[in-house]
Structures are given as structure tokens and as C-alpha cells.
């Protein structure tokens, strides 16, 4: 505020009510990840910057020449074949769904297929995502002010169901998380990957442009999304601010897509982005940065009469690009737009002057510098601190027979079936799904990741994941964070994509950034987030943060637990050569690949049996790059028949979903298991040591398989029966699990077939 | 003239919005719901043939039916049963208006605005008080819906008024740090 109070002393007028709007919009924590990017004292010493420091270094370093546009546009872009390039994008959406779950998933998924169709010169959507973190459904009450986790649930999934399948995009991946503290915050996660031309990859308006915003009308819909998104909620949140709720239209948005696609192949405008949060001011603000711009807000298409002009230009109504288009290149852009019934109009011009000016029926109401608008925000140094919690090391129990354990385990909210979520969207449409998100003998097992072939034509696919751990996050962030980039990139490579070609996002859901053990979590976090893409290889494209997710209730403020998802973007060279995860054919054996260690801090394990505390599981930055090398190079050489990653649940968990998934059963024998300081059963059942896949090898390729993976820590454990029963034979005291394969499934698939 | 034509579908045909809203019910659970009869409101506002409206574009011939009353009549609510009724709120969003209006253009009607919404007849239950807040939980979400209890009167459906230009500028070079513009 003083800042601005100086800025028009300085000028020696008055701000208008249009200009201080724009300036809470553009520098909200939403648009301008105010904290992220600040200079923080962690600890004492100051890191500069910290996003540029951690997240943006590592994908400097690692300069990948694969990297065609990383944290620039609204997407990041990378290669995908000769012709095309990919780009992906997840977003959070996670206040408006708080309110009205079903309108706030909704726009969510609308909200990042913009993003997509407005990066580069405008990218076709081909596949999305989507993650959400809720309170437990079975909850017996939820504090005032909330919506019951369970209808929450039906409302984001009807939301992200109604917008996707109407829009003919496949919704492929995605996981739900849940933990108590998310029951007034639930976290929305929605991500949109496009393709386009390589030629279609840039974009830079230019002076004399005129600015064209297409698509839907302008209401009310949403004023201050983008303030209330960066905002804490409260018990009265659900009654005062529904103006932030905005419902979208999928048929609009389709039409937008099909007539923005023409117009970029036909070349007629030089540059595009979304009208998201902020609306026009954000649009126009950004893309006219270097220019300045004139709008005249009479102009604008409106849905009804009343809006002000501060309205008109914040105002987040959906399905809105904005468009930058040569003078002589406007009647046909117009006539493109009006054969498709999408409305299209020009509203001002891109300058040249560096001012941001804005009028009304001829009357200026705003004249902002561009350099104060984007520049002028003070960055205030933030205060982080950190020490290293203090957890117990219980010693997990030992058990004659671990088969209540496991089946809790597999009916537990984030491990059980999600059949209920995927089957109501259309993961087929477009025709280029190559592995579904629902795989095996029935078509309902888990599958690790999500392939695409975008092009028809070819072979050539993208394989989705994503990996998140809220729970370690308690005990570690640092290893949180770790744990979900090997996590996610685990899963792609599960499937058959290349690590060597994956790229991946960070998405931070965090509490309140002002206070210093919150923030210090998340310095941990982004620190992880430097070590891992270095000692993987991997870098960062895109990213998105959403802070102050908390909740205050009966005097008390319930922070949502430290939330990163990474999402996983990985080239597969050829479709034909990817895996699923289920069993596929009685006497094949069965490997386990990576070490166990003693590692049952945050797992399921430790959750179902009530215990508190343990050794968080823990990234091995020279090891993990290794396995996934080995794997991916067994994957492409034809030498796997089935591959799952080991995550929630350990071994045992993931031994069980391979074999109910291909209506097959397992013995194991697990005396060959690599293990690395491990005693017990339970440990080495359930231990979520990360960087570790289950693969089952035909007896023909076993040598080739061995030797294949030679370097890393790898053993036989098994072999494929057909008795439909899961028998494991621990390391020296005999059977220690018995279990039908149809009392797994119905344990997995009991909670959520709703 | 504003029109009102509530849709229900045939019961042969399996009504799955009416088993929705009182599975919906039940799941809460609100008790003594003994059954739900869930029907699709439009309101269209202009000089147009409703029953025509109704017949040839909103309700399907062969698995639904229709009543088409002037708005200010709608259909009774049977005896011993509730009408629970849910609205956008004026402003919000809402797809299928924009599609109504463009398919009655396409018909070489013109209706200046239409607004839809779900009246949810309801057998059995709690008293008037607890339905009505059950309803504001499953039925609609009072963020962006106006749930009533009953009919929803309404006399008229355009939305918004003129709004006069005035340049606001807001006093704040002269502000301390303890005062805030009004």
C-alpha cells in the first residue's frame, strides 16, 4: 500500500478505483507468487529469491535442449517429435472448490485447458489430470461453514467430469488424498496437457496490435478470484464469497478451442493468453508488458448491464482468451470466429507507450506504467526457520500373519480403488489412450501412469503421473518433497517413458507463508526440489503455488499438511513397448528391483496400526537415477511383462494390486529381496523405501533381465501362479501371508464404490 | 410474459434425477424421506408459444413429460408433500440458459431471458426447518443457488440495470498508517 501511496504521490494525483484494482490483482499472491519469488531468511542466511534459487536453477543447470519454454508462458513447453512440441500446466483451485466444489473443480479444469490453448500460439488439449486432497469421507461431522468431505468428493469429481467429458478431453491421471486437516482447505489440482507445432511455440504482441478478447461474456462472475484465492478461509466463507465462484461452460470452451486452433493455423494473430485470474487486467497487462496497451471497457461484450468499469475489468467470467492481432489481419479473424457462433471483439489497441490506459465511453480511468505494474511490487524479505522435528522410532510389531494389515491397507482412502472417480470420466475420447488409467484381466487394476499417443499416426506417446506424500511431510519435507519427484517419475517409468526425456511441474499447497516454521517447511521442500532435478536429471517446466491454505474454526486455524505434487511429463518412444502393471502369465517370475530400507516414518503401515512417528522414507540421489535407468532400459528392450512401482503400502501392497489386477496369484519368496539395514517382516512388507518396482520377467529373458539390471540392488522374489492366491514366505520364519486375490480386490474395491 | 414449463421424466423410463435427489437425502441422511419426485424448471421470458417451446426443444417426447403454466401459476404441489425449489442465483453461470435461448432463436422465437432450475417434490421427512437445511446441503449449495422452500415467486427475469459513468478516484496520498479509505 505504501508503495502505491508513493507511486501516486510521485505522480501528484489520486489513484482511481480501476487502478487499484489492477494492482490487486496483479500483485496478488495468486498472479504474482509474491513469497515464492522474495528473498528469504532461512535460518539466518538469505536465499535469494527463492523459487529462481531452487526450482528455476536446477531446469538453468540441467539446460535441456529439449526445453523449448520453461516458466514463461502459461504452460511449460517441451519437445515431442520432429514436427511437435508438448506443453503441460496444472493449476490449484483450491478455494473456489471449498465453496462449491462442483463449480470450483469445474473451472478448475477450464481454467488450465486455457492455459494450454493460450501457451505458445495456442496448443490443442489432449489429455488432463486431476488431484484432489479432501477430508475423510466417512467423517462423522465437519466444523460449521464446511461441506461434508464425502459430498465434497461428489462435487469435484461431477465437476472436473462435466467439463472434460463435455469438452471431449480425456481425463487420464490423477490420485485423492486424505487426511483430516484438508476437511475446511481441500486442495484442487487440475493439469492440461497440449500439443502444437513446433513453429507455434513463441509468441510476442507487437506495437499496433489490437487487442481481441473471443469466447464468452463478461458478468460478474468471479471478481477478486484471484485475491480470495490467496486468502484464508473461515467458517463464513461458504456465505460471503460466493461472488468468487464463478461456473463454467464447457460447450463455449470447445468452440473457443476449435476457432482459436483455425485462426492460429491461418496466422492471424501474434500472440494469446487465458483471461484467468484477474481477468482482463491480468490478460492484458501481461501480454502488453513490454507495449502498453489501451482498452476502451465499453467494448467489452457484457452479459447484463451494470458492471463498472472496475467490474468489467477484473471480472474472471470463463471461457475468455485475449488475442493480439494485426490490423489488417482483423475481418478475417472475425469472420473465423463468427462462422463458429463464438463472439469476438475488439477492445483496444497494444501501444508502444509502456502505459496501461483504460477508458470508458472516452473517459480515461486508469493510466498505469507497465514498469510500476509489473516491477513495482516491494518484496518484502520473508522470515523461515527450521529444525529438524523431534520423531520417535517405535519399533514396528512383528505378526505371525500380516492379512488384517494388508486389507486395511488396501481399503484405506488414498491406496483403495478410485474405479468410482475414473469410470465417470471419458479417459478414451480422442481416441489416443494407449495405457488407462484402469488396466489387468478386468479392466480395473491401477495403473502407475497414463500413456497418450497424441498423433494418431504415429507411435510415438506421453506418459502422465504424479507423485505426492503429504503425509511424510509431517515428519520431513525435505524427503516429501524428494520421495514425490522419485515418486512420479517412478510411475512414467513404469509404464515405458524415457527418464531421460520426462520433464515435471511443482505444484506447493501450503499454509500461512508469514509464519516462519510454515514457511521454513516449504525452503525445505523447494531445496529438495533443486537436489532431486539435479540428481535425476529432471527438470522443472511449470509451476504453480498456492499459499495461506487454512482454515480457522472454533477460535483454532487447522493448516492443511505440507502438499507438493509433482507431475510427471515423459516421452515414450514407442507406445508398442509400453507395460502395465498386472500379472500377466502363470510361471513368469517376479523381481524386485531397488533396495528396502527400514523405512516406515508416515506410511500406511504405521497409519492402519495407529503408531505415530519413524523413519521417514528417504530418496537415494545417486541410487534412484540408477534403478529408474535400469528399469526404463529393461522396459524398452522387451524384457518386462508387467512393472509397478512401490509406494503407499510397500511391497506387499504392490505384490497384491499386480496379482488381483491379472486375476493371477503370486508366491514370493522373499529371502532374495534387497534389503540395506532391515529387520523384520513388517519392515521389508511395508516399508515405503522409495525408488523400488515390482517386475515380472519371463522365464526366457530371466538372464537377460539380470543382467540388464546388473549395478543396482535387485532380487528374484517370485513367481506367477494361478491359484488366485497372494502367498508370501518371509525371510526365516515361514508363511507370513495367505490371502485370495478376490479378498484383496474387495478390500481395495469396497471404500469407494459408491 | 413469463412463462414456467417443469419437465419430468416418464417413471417407465427410470427417473434417475428424482432417485438422485433422494438418494442424495437418505446419504445425509435425512429421515422419513419416503420419496422424491425431481423436476427440470425453465422460466422464459418474451412473446413466445411455450407448449410449442416445451414440445419441440426442452422436454424429450418419448421419455419425458411437460406442464407449461404461466409462471405466476406453477403446478400444484400434491397433498401431504413438500416442494423443495433451486436456482442458479441471478449471474451465475449457467450453460443450459445459454443453450435454451440460442435453441429458441433457432426455432424463430426470440425469449429475452430464461432462467432454469429443479423443483424437488418431497414425501415424507423432517419439518420445514430441517428439510429446508438438508436441502441447502444436497440439493443445492447456497453459494451459488437460491434454495427455497416452496415456490420461488418471480416477476420478472432480466438481470441488470443502466449504469451511469462516474470517474471514483480514491483519497489515499494523504492517508497514515492508521486510516483507510472510505
Same mark, same amino acid.
Given at each position: 500500500m505504501k508503495a502505491i501511496q508513493a507511486h501516486f504521490r510521485k505522480l501528484d494525483r489520486e489513484p482511481t478505483d480501476v487502478e487499484l484494482e489492477t494492482l490487486a490483482q496483479t500483485w496478488s499472491e495468486h498472479c504474482k507468487h509474491k513469497t515464492l519469488t522474495s528473498d528469504v531468511v532461512f535460518n539466518g542466511t538469505t536465499i535469494p529469491n527463492l523459487l529462481k534459487s531452487t526450482v528455476f536453477r536446477a531446469t538453468e543447470e540441467l539446460a535441456r535442449p529439449w526445453c523449448v519454454s520453461v516458466f514463461k508462458d502459461n504452460a511449460g513447453i517441451v519437445e515431442f517429435d520432429e514436427k511437435f512440441n508438448v506443453c503441460f500446466k496444472v493449476e490449484t483451485h483450491n478455494h473456489p472448490s471449498a465453496i462449491d466444489p462442483y463449480g470450483g473443480a469445474n473451472t478448475g479444469l477450464g481454467g488450465v485447458i486455457r492455459d494450454v490453448l493460450g501457451c505458445g500460439l495456442g496448443a490443442r488439449p489432449v489429455g488432463s489430470t486431476d488431484v484432489f486432497c479432501v477430508g475423510p469421507p466417512d467423517a462423522a461431522s465437519t466444523p460449521p461453514g464446511t461441506i461434508h468431505p464425502r459430498r465434497l468428493l461428489k462435487g469435484l469429481v461431477a465437476g472436473v467430469r462435466d467439463y472434460g467429458n463435455r469438452i471431449g478431453l480425456p481425463t487420464v491421471n490423477g490420485a485423492v488424498f486424505v487426511d483430516e486437516r484438508y476437511i475446511g482447505n481441500p486442495l484442487v489440482y487440475c493439469g492440461t496437457v497440449g500439443i502444437l507445432p513446433r513453429e507455434k511455440s513463441f509468441k510476442a504482441a507487437r506495437k499496433g496490435d489490437r487487442v481481441v478478447v473471443v469466447g464468452g461474456r463478461t458478468g460478474r462472475d468471479g471478481i477478486h478470484g484471484a485475491t480470495f484465492s490467496s486468502a484464508e478461509l473461515h467458517e463464513k466463507s461458504e456465505a460471503v464469497s460466493s461472488g468468487a465462484v464463478q461456473i463454467g461452460?464447457?460447450?463455449?470452451?470447445?468452440?473457443?478451442?476449435?476457432t482459436v486452433l483455425q485462426a492460429r493455423d491461418l496466422g492471424l494473430y501474434d500472440a494469446i493468453t487465458d483471461c484467468g485470474a484477474g481477468g482482463l487486467s491480468s490478460a492484458v497487462g501481461e501480454m502488453g508488458e513490454e507495449l502498453g496497451a489501451e482498452v476502451d471497457l465499453e467494448k467489452v461484450p457484457l452479459k447484463y448491464e451494470g458492471l463498472t468499469c472496475a467490474e468489467i475489468w477484473i471480472s474472471e467470467a470463463q471461457e475468455r482468451m485475449v488475442l493480439s492481432v494485426p490490423p489488417e489481419h482483423v475481418d478475417r479473424l472475425l469472420k473465423v470466429f463468427a462462422a463458429e457462433d463464438v463472439e469476438a471483439t475488439v477492445i483496444g489497441t497494444f501501444t508502444g507507450t509502456g502505459d496501461l490506459v483504460l477508458r470508458y465511453s472516452g473517459h480515461e480511468v486508469s493510466r498505469l506504467g507497465m514498469e510500476f505494474l509489473h516491477h513495482g511490487l516491494p518484496r518484502e524479505p520473508r522470515v523461515a526457520t527450521w529444525a529438524e522435528p523431534k520423531v520417535s522410532d517405535p519399533r514396528p510389531p512383528e505378526k505371525k500373519d500380516y492379512r488384517e494389515d494388508l486389507l486395511k491397507i488396501l481399503g484405506s482412502w488414498n491406496v483403495c480403488s478410485k474405479e468410482w472417480i475414473i469410470r465417470q470420466y471419458d479417459h478414451e475420447v480422442q481416441g489416443g489412450s494407449a495405457v488407462k488409467p484402469l488396466t489387468g484381466a478386468g479392466d480395473d487394476g491401477p495403473s502407475d501412469a497414463a500413456v497418450l499417443r497424441p498423433i494418431l499416426g504415429s507411435h510415438r506417446g506421453l506418459a502422465l503421473g504424479c507423485g505426492m506424500n503429504p503425509r511424510y511431510g509431517d515428519l520431513d519435507p525435505y524427503q516429501m518433497a524428494a520421495n514425490a519427484i522419485d515418486e512420479a517419475l517412478r510411475n512414467v517409468v513404469a509404464v515405458g517413458a524415457d527418464p531421460t526425456r520426462t520433464a515435471i511441474l511443482d505444484n506447493f499447497s501450503w499454509g500461512n507463508p508469514n509464519d516462519p516454521e510454515t514457511l521454513g517447511a516449504l525452503v525445505r521442500a523447494a531445496q529438495a526440489c533443486y537436489d532431486m532435478a539435479k540428481a535425476y536429471g529432471t527438470p522443472f517446466i511449470s509451476g504453480k503455488d498456492s499459499l495461506n491454505n487454512e482454515f480457522r474454526t472454533g477460535g483454532k486455524t487447522v493448516r492443511v499438511p505440507h502438499s507438493l505434487l509433482i507431475s510427471a511429463l515423459g516421452i515414450v518412444h514407442d507406445a508398442r513397448r509400453c507395460v502395465t502393471m498386472d500379472l500377466k502369465e502363470p510361471g513368469n517370475f517376479v523381481w524386485l528391483v531397488g533396495p528396502t530400507r527400514m523405512e516406515l516414518g508416515g506410511s500406511h503401515f504405521m497409519l492402519v496400526n495407529g503408531l505415530a512417528g519413524g523413519k521417514v522414507p528417504t530418496v537415494d540421489p545417486a541410487m534412484g537415477p540408477k534403478i529408474l535407468s535400469v528399469v526404463a532400459r529393461a522396459i524398452s528392450e522387451g524384457l518386462v511383462r508387467a512393472c509397478h512401482d512401490l509406494s503407499e503400502g510397500g511391497l506387499a501392497v504392490a505384490a497384491a494390486e499386480m496379482a488381483f489386477a491379472g486375476g493371477l496369484g503370486l508366491n514370493m519368496f522373499l529371502e532374495q529381496a534387497p534389503v540395506k539395514l532391515l529387520t523384520g517382516e513388517s519392515a521389508l512388507l511395508f516399508s515405503e523405501t522409495p525408488s523400488r518396482f515390482l517386475v515380472e520377467v519371463r522365464e526366457r529373458d530371466f538372464g537377460k533381465f539380470e543382467r540388464a539390471t546388473e549395478g543396482v540392488p535387485r532380487g528374484c522374489v517370485g513367481q506367477v501362479t494361478a491359484t488366485g492366491r497372494l502367498e508370501l514366505v518371509g525371510r526365516g520364519r515361514g508363511k507370513v501371508l495367505d490371502v485370495s486375490i478376490a479378498e484383496l480386490k474387495e478390500a481395495w474395491r469396497k471404500p469407494l464404490a459408491w | 410474459m413469463l412463462w414456467r414449463i417443469d419437465i419430468s421424466c416418464r417413471p417407465e423410463f427410470g427417473d434417475a434425477p428424482s432417485a438422485s435427489a433422494l438418494a442424495a437425502l437418505r446419504d445425509l441422511p435425512v429421515e422419513g424421506v419416503e420419496r422424491v419426485q425431481t423436476s427440470t424448471v425453465?422460466?422464459?421470458?418474451?412473446?413466445?408459444?411455450?407448449?410449442?417451446? #416445451?414440445?419441440?426443444?426442452?422436454?424429450?417426447?418419448? %421419455?419425458?413429460?411437460?406442464? #407449461?403454466?404461466? $409462471?405466476?401459476?406453477?403446478?400444484?404441489?400434491? $397433498?401431504? #408433500?413438500? $416442494?423443495?425449489?433451486?436456482?442458479?442465483?441471478?449471474?451465475?453461470?449457467?450453460?443450459?440458459? $445459454? %443453450?435454451?435461448?440460442?435453441?429458441?432463436?433457432?426455432?424463430g422465437f426470440s425469449a429475452s431471458a430464461v432462467r432454469t432450475g429443479l423443483r424437488h417434490v418431497i414425501y415424507g421427512g423432517p419439518d420445514d426447518a430441517a428439510l429446508r437445511a438438508a436441502a441447502a446441503k444436497v440439493l443445492g449449495n447456497e453459494a451459488i443457488d437460491e434454495i427455497t422452500l416452496g415456490e420461488r415467486p418471480f416477476e420478472r427475469l432480466a438481470l441488470g440495470t443502466p449504469w451511469t459513468f462516474r470517474r471514483i478516484e480514491v483519497p489515499m496520498r494523504g492517508l497514515d498508517d492508521g486510516a483507510s479509505p472510505s
Open positions: 461452460n464447457a460447450i463455449v470452451e470447445k468452440k473457443v478451442i476449435d | 425453465y422460466l422464459l421470458e418474451g412473446d413466445l408459444p411455450a407448449e410449442r417451446v #416445451a414440445r419441440e426443444i426442452l422436454a424429450d417426447p418419448i %421419455s419425458e413429460t411437460f406442464v #407449461a403454466t404461466p $409462471a405466476t401459476q406453477p403446478p400444484p404441489v400434491p $397433498a401431504g #408433500a413438500r $416442494a423443495v425449489t433451486v436456482f442458479k442465483r441471478p449471474g451465475v453461470m449457467d450453460p443450459v440458459e $445459454a %443453450s435454451a435461448r440460442k435453441a429458441i432463436a433457432d426455432l
